[in-house]
């Protein structure tokens, strides 16, 4: 089969290199990035180039030791713990520094029974199968905000504390709570000063997640 390409009929720009570099400095120009940690200007701007809303940073929250936590962290091997397949898709594995793990255990077979017997999602339940590999870890959610409430409970229970938490589910019931709680976890406890990245209100999502991850996993832009 002989391959053509079809006839110009619109005027766009269709150089993939120019079209990336011309996209983070549309973003840059749009976006206020002036209340985010100096090292956090690139997780910023991966995350609108992820969702194409560059009034995103108005709501973005990020911990004062967050780049230096996660990137430490993956540096060291610590593996990357998400709440959605989706997340783990999205995460660049070239980008990774020690080709950590990247989990999303929401398909062991063990999770429908414990959502059940618990009375809550399959999502939160699976968070709870992280606990032996929660040491140390890069902790992403990007769609449910059961999973992010139901980690933060074990945390207040003394679960293992992961060395970071990203935080953006997505949606109308309880992501801005979930959010919200996250943010102010060290309110409630002292010692869960637990570095963070979150997205205040209703957005989020599974490529907000995996782009700040891809982010943190390599300073490269």
Known sequence: MRLNRPSRHFDYVDDGAAIYVDSFATIRAESDLSHLPADAEKIAVRMVHACGQTDLTDDLVVHERLV????????????????ATMVASGVTRARLPKDNDVLCLLRDERVPGLAAAWGTTRSA????????????????FGNAP?????????????????????????????AAESKDALAGLAELRADLDIPFL???????GSAMAASAINALAQEKE
């Open 68 to 83: 230096t936590a996660a990137r430490g962290a993956l540096q060291a091997g610590a593996p990357i713990l998400t709440d």
């Open 125 to 140: 339940a699976a968070v709870s199968l992280w606990e032996d590999r929660l040491e140390g870890a890069v902790v992403a």
């Open 146 to 174: 059961t999973a992010l409430f139901h980690l933060l409970e074990m945390l207040l229970d003394g679960a293992p504390r992961p060395a970071a938490i990203i935080g953006t589910p997505v949606g109308f019931i309880g």
């Open 198 to 204: 979150t997205v205040r209100g209703r957005r989020g």
